[in-house]
Nanobody, 122 residues
Framework: QVQLVESGGGLVQTGGSLRLSCTAS????????MGWFRQAPGKEREFVAA????????VYSDSVKGRFTISRDNAKNTVFLQMNSLKPEDTAVYYC???????????????WGQGTQVTVSS
């Protein structure tokens, strides 16, 4: 019954920006850490960013650090991923996930969305 729904993906040129959103239902959102993963065609799913229950602690992969920002609005049950200075290698399906701790969402996660496609043209 837990549902995570991503939105905001699309086609953008190199150097452009996108803001992804993930809205959760069926769970007490403020009790969960949230994270983002991505998966390019033929590649393994990789960690992108995570945020704690309070939003005060964040973790980023080295490949996106300084370009992406994760944030959350607990009143709206939503986590965001602001993506700036996009590169073609950022092209992937981006997935939102939820778990009981930030360590959990950086690894396995407990609940996952269906993903949203991000395509960055060269």
């Amino acid at each position: 019954q837990v549902q995570l729904v991503e939105s905001g993906g699309g086609l953008v040129q190199t150097g452009g920006s996108l803001r992804l959103s993930c809205t959760a239902s069926g769970l007490t959102f403020s009790n969960y850490a949230m994270g983002w993963f991505r998966q390019a065609p033929g590649k393994e799913r990789e960690f992108v960013a995570a945020i704690s229950w309070t939003g005060l602690h964040t973790v980023y992969s080295d490949s996106v650090k300084g370009r992406f920002t994760i944030s959350r609005d607990n009143a709206k049950n939503t986590v965001f991923l602001q993506m700036n200075s996009l590169k073609p290698e950022d092209t992937a399906v981006y997935y939102c996930n939820a778990g009981p701790s930030i360590a959990r969402v950086t690894t396995k996660g407990d609940y996952w969305g269906q993903g949203t496609q991000v395509t960055v043209s060269s």
